[in-house]
Every structure is written in C-alpha cells, then in structure tokens.
C-alpha cells in the first residue's frame, strides 16, 4: 500500500483529552479516531490490526473445537419472559446478572432442541459480535469504548478452562502480558486483565510471587498485633457521636486495630453481622462468598435501630438477638480486650474477650479488604502493592443456570437425562488492540509484535531513488510481502518520524547512501544494515 494513499494521516502534537498512552499514540500514528457518541472509527492502519487480531482469535477457538456462528444484533432477552422468568427464579442474582446481550439464554434453548447426548458433549460455538459498554471513559480511548467488537465462545456439556485456555493463548501470541484473576462480581468468573497506570480498576498485587487479585478480593495476612493477655474490666464507656475508628481510638486511649467495626447485611432475607478489626473495611464480594450469595445489601436503618436499639453506628456482637448470624474475621481471631459497640447510642464497650464477653466462633473467615504494604498470603516473602489493572476479557461458569430455565438436558451414559451444563468466555478486542500498545511501544511510536502488525515492511524512499523504491514496492509486493511504501513528496526527517510513529517490524530504506544496496532496519534497533534485494527477499520469507 502506498502511503499516500492511505485515509488517514499522523499528527505531530500530542492529542489533547486522550490519557492513555495506547489512545495518544494511536491517534498521532493515524490508526484511529473519535468518533460521535463517544465511539471510535478504525482507520485503514487500525482495521488490519484488527483484523489480524480476529483472525489470530478465530484460529485458536477453532483449534479448540469451536464452530463459529453468526449472531443477530441487539439483546435477544432484554425484554423477553425468559429473562424476566430468569430474575424471578434466581432472587439472589443481581439483575445485569444474565448475560443477555451474550445470547446464552437463546442458544441454551437451540441447544435445548438439539436432543444431545454424552457422545455429543462438549459442543463448543463461538462467534465475533459487538458489545456497548455501561461506563465508557472516552479519554481512555479503546481501552474503555463504549462500542466495541467483541469475541465471544460457549461451551456445553464441557468444562469452561477448555476456552479460557483458547484466550490466554491469545494474549500469549499477541504479545499481551496479562494475567487472570477472581472476578469481584462473580465468583463463578474468571477475568483475563492487564495492569494499567490509569485509575481503573484498584487491585492488590505481589511482586514476589505475581499473585495478583481485585482490592475487595486480595487476601494478606493478618499482622501480629501486641495483646495484654490479662484481660481487662468490660464497661460500656459513653462517648458521644464517635463513630468512626481513629477518633474514636483517640479517646479510649487504644490503637486503632483494637477497635471494631460491625456491619449489619440482609441477604437472602436474612441479616448477618460482620465483624473486622477497626483499620480495616469489610469486603461486600468475600462476604458474599463466605455466605453463598450473589446479592448483598446494608440492612435498611429500621432494622439496625430495632436489632440494635441503637442509632446507626453502635452496633456491636453482644447483645445481638439469636436470629443474628455474626461472622468474625481472621483479623478478630487473636485479639484480647478489644472494644466494639455497645448496642446503645453514643456507647461503645470495652476490654472485650472471647470466651468471657463473647462466645469464640467455631471458625474465623477472611471478610476484610485487605491493605497495601501487608505480607501477602501467598508466598512467605512478598508484600502486597496497589496497582491497577483494565479487564480485557472474561470466563464464567454459568453451570445448569440456563439449563433449568429452558429445559435444555442430556442423556448421560447411563440413559438418564441430566441438566446440561454451559460455560462462556469472552474478549474485547478492542481493550485487546489498545493493550497492545500499551506494552509495546517507546518514545518514538508504537512498536508493533509482528503477529499484528498493520504491515510486516515500511518502505521509505528518498531522492532519487523513486524509480528503485518502485521497482522493490513491486517485487516485494508479488513476493507476497505486505508492504507500506511512504511514497510522500516529504523529508528524510518526517519519514523517519512517521515510520517510528507507526511501528511496522522492519523499515527499509532506499535513498541516494544507500547506492544499490537497501537499508534494513528492524524497528527499535540502534542500527541498520545495507543488504542486496536478494538477502531482503531471503530474510522476509525466513
């Protein structure tokens, strides 16, 4: 392709309103650019990206088994009685929970008509679509858009690792260093991720052992704090409007770790109390986890008043009636003489102990959001970072949930028809375009993994070697060689930046130095070498 030809130019000044480094340097090299509503237009450079990407995509779900369809647009159960049906069989699942959009519900009833059996399973689909985006960040460019083409698999009757594995190898083969990790919303998903500067998604991370995991989930350990092993006289001491840990602390005389919080939750219509040491927040999604539910929610002021006979902020474990399931984190476990709230107004009890003022739990469970800069719990010597990450993909095992709904069974090997189970997987190949960037680039431009380059030679030509540069643009060109050739009445300067800008794997260059020879240059090496033609032909088919 000559570039002159090419629709779209790059720019010379840095993009204004673009904050990712991957949404800057797609712009400046002309591979994107906004468009209205907060999408994006794929110009000429973008589109072959993408299109290598989708066909590196399809190519490894059609390795593991998967037959590709055709999806219609628009979501299919939006407002059908099968999603209604779906929200009103499973109270304790968030509404956004079915994947309507995703089509599982209408392909579970196909598959449901299909009459399988054990020698049918696993059946495995996949199919390209395009997915909207609930919280777009406009300035974040293709990482966040709020259109975007999307890939998407399910698998019946098999296990969901079969295409998680098909995209890890994706992102491995597209040069993408990312990781998987619990999903906060789910625990029955698995999120394919890459650590971002931006602020996006907060997680806790471990350099020692790469452990890495959303903040809400991230478990560390639970640092040994001193104790007085005598206990103490248990009062309940006024003090007026403290509700929070670090004044509270500062009155009674305590450090903050001896102070409690309790929380009050109501899940599937019962409440259960929470109790953490006082630096630490309890985390909604391990609770969820801890007491089986999908749905979580703060108990309604009413009820806390009447459990607690208190205003909001007092509650404590004693006292509590019998209907209260309390549940103790690990951060309670060894503690002595703590305080917690007194289950009365502007009264907060103090030297509390187990066994005495407070039965001890059968168990304590970790429901705490873990903190940055402690031990992490996953190798002896790593310490937890912040960090954040841009969720590029998803695999959830959605087990008989579709299954029950639609009547979609099999026949086992011993002739009894069973619920069969689904699973689905997914990656957004746009987040997935612009993380590539991300990675791969440096000062000068984007530096593109060969798999996905837009081109795999930029030719740039100077006086007067036009008629040599069209005599190799041709050559190369009926080799097979995907060739960009900046054919521009511009500057050795201009070229140069523009080819570094873009980032195609090799520039070649012919100009009056080079003589008969042409100058081969892989991207982002410190030199170049003078090759005859012959050699360049040998070394792209090599």
């Known amino acids: 392709m000559r570039y002159s030809k090419v629709f779209g130019r790059t720019l010379r000044d840095k993009p204004r309103n673009a904050d990712s480094e991957s949404f800057q340097l797609l712009l400046r090299a002309g591979f994107v650019r906004p468009a209205a509503g907060g999408g994006f237009f794929l110009l000429p450079l973008g589109q072959r990206v993408m299109s290598r990407i989708e066909a590196l995509t ?25 999603a209604r049906s779906l929200r009103m069989h499973r109270g304790d699942v968030a509404i956004d929970y079915p994947f309507a959009g995703h089509h599982e519900s209408t392909l579970a009833m196909i598959a449901a008509n299909l009459t399988l059996s054990y020698r049918d399973l696993p059946l495995t689909v996949a199919a390209p679509r395009w997915a909207t985006r609930d919280n777009p960040r406009a300035n974040w460019g293709l990482l966040a858009a709020q259109e975007f083409p999307f890939h998407s698999s399910w698998i019946f009757g098999g296990p969901v690792e079969a295409i998680a594995a098909a995209y890890r190898r994706v992102l491995e083969r597209l ?37 890495r995991a959303p903040a809400e989930l991230a478990a560390s350990r639970v640092p040994a704090w001193p104790q ?65 539910c999908r749905r979580l929610s703060l108990a309604p002021i009413e009820i806390v008043r009447d459990l607690t006979h208190s205003e909001i902020g007092y509650a404590g474990p004693v006292g509590l009636p019998d209907s209260v399931e309390v549940i ?68 959830s095992d959605l087990g008989d949930l579709y299954s029950d709904l639609v009547g979609a069974r099999f026949l086992d090997d011993a002739r009894n028809t069973r619920p069969l189970p689904a699973a689905c997987a997914g990656l957004d190949l746009a987040s997935t375009l612009a993380a590539i ?58 070229k140069f930046g523009d080819a570094d800008l873009i980032g195609v794997p090799v520039r070649l260059v012919l100009s009056k130095r080079t003589g008969q020879k042409v100058e081969w240059k892989p991207r982002g090496a410190g030199s170049a070498e003078l090759l005859d033609t012959e050699e360049v032909l040998a070394r792209l088919r090599r």
Request: aromatic share 6%.
């Open 437 to 494: 960037v991300e990675q791969h680039h440096d000062e000068h431009g984007i530096v593109w993994p060969a798999a996905v380059a837009p081109f795999t030679v930029h030719l740039v030509s100077l006086p007067p070697a036009e008629p040599a540069a069209e005599a190799l643009y041709q050559q190369l060109s009926a080799a097979g060689v995907e060739i960009l050739w900046d054919d521009r009445l511009e500057s050795a300067g201009v």
């Open 328 to 395: 103790w984190d690990l951060s309670m476990e060894h503690r002595s003489n703590f305080e917690a709230g007194a289950n009365r107004t502007d009264h907060h009890c103090i030297n509390l102990n187990f066994d005495r003022d407070v039965p001890r739990p059968a168990s304590f469970v970790d429901i705490r959001e873990s903190l940055a800069g402690e031990r992490c719990a996953r190798c002896d010597n790593g310490v937890l970072a912040a960090r954040a990450a841009i969720v590029l993909g998803h695999a």
């Open 228 to 292: 007085n092993p005598e206990p103490g006289v248990t009062e309940a001491v006024y003090g007026p409007g403290l509700i929070q840990v670090e004044p509270l602390a500062q009155f009674l005389g305590i450090p903050v770790h001896q102070t409690t919080k309790t929380m009050l939750f109501e899940a599937r219509g019962r409440i259960v109390a929470a109790c953490v040491a006082g630096i630490y927040s309890v985390s909604e999604a391990k609770l969820m986890r801890v007491l089986g």
């Open 175 to 211: 040069d993408v260093d990312a990781f998987s990790m619990e999903s906060a919303a789910d625990p029955a998903s698995t999120e394919f991720a890459v650590e971002s500067a931006l602020a996006a998604r907060p997680i806790l991370a471990c350099d020692h052992c790469g452990y």
């Open 58 to 82: 399809a190519a490894e779900l059609s390795a593991a088994g998967a037959a590709t369809l055709g999806l219609p647009t628009g979501n299919l159960a939006a407002n059908s009685d099968l």
